[in-house]
């Protein structure tokens, strides 16, 4: 049976799925095995599989059909250490960062879901120059020493705003 932080994980990927396909009216699902298949060091077992294959083992979350550049992280923690944003240097979020941009190809849409327990729901948006088009308020800028700019806003108002744009992103 599966530690009570790994149910916790699985269930935030599922409710992120679904939020996805309810979002989009596509069938979004949690990856099997959280995306591990590709990243790290079984990276080389990309050349193995076919576009379709890499897609549906990348990340933790299996895009819809017209998603092919989503490239989505989830994380559900108990707490995080949001004053660390201020001083520049978060381990945790650059930790997943670097998980998220571990599988990530070139124009891919990086998106990182989070959850805090009695704080809310954030995403982490890769700032790239495809990502112009996208609204942001409210937000927070964060410079990922390895991995470039991101963009942190609360999930729902980020869907709001964006819906259309991050599809279009995505289908590139």
């Keep these: 049976?599966?530690?009570?932080?790994?149910?916790?994980?699985?269930?935030?990927?599922?409710?992120?799925?679904?939020?996805?396909?309810?979002?989009?009216?596509?069938?979004?699902?949690?990856?099997?095995?959280s995306g591990a298949y590709v990243g790290g060091k079984n990276s080389h077992r990309k050349e193995m599989l076919h576009e379709g294959q890499i897609r549906s083992f990348k990340g933790d979350i299996v895009p819809g059909e017209s998603f092919a550049r989503l490239n989505a992280e989830c994380k559900s923690y108990k707490d995080f250490p949001f004053h660390q944003l201020f001083s520049g240097t978060v381990k945790i979020l650059d930790s997943w960062i670097a998980q998220c941009m571990d599988v990530a190809d070139d124009g891919d849409f990086n998106i990182i879901f989070m959850k805090f327990n009695r704080k809310g729901q954030y995403v982490a948006v890769h700032a790239q120059p495809n990502t112009g088009q996208l609204i942001f308020t409210r937000h927070f800028n964060y410079t990922s020493g390895l991995n470039g700019h991101w963009m942190i806003m609360e999930l729902d108002l980020f869907f709001e705003l964006n819906a259309d744009q991050v599809k279009d992103l995505c289908a590139r």
């Design 1 to 33: 049976m599966p530690s009570p932080s790994k149910q916790k994980g699985n269930s935030f990927e599922r409710q992120i799925a679904d939020y996805l396909t309810a979002l989009y009216g596509e069938k979004f699902i949690r990856a099997p095995g």
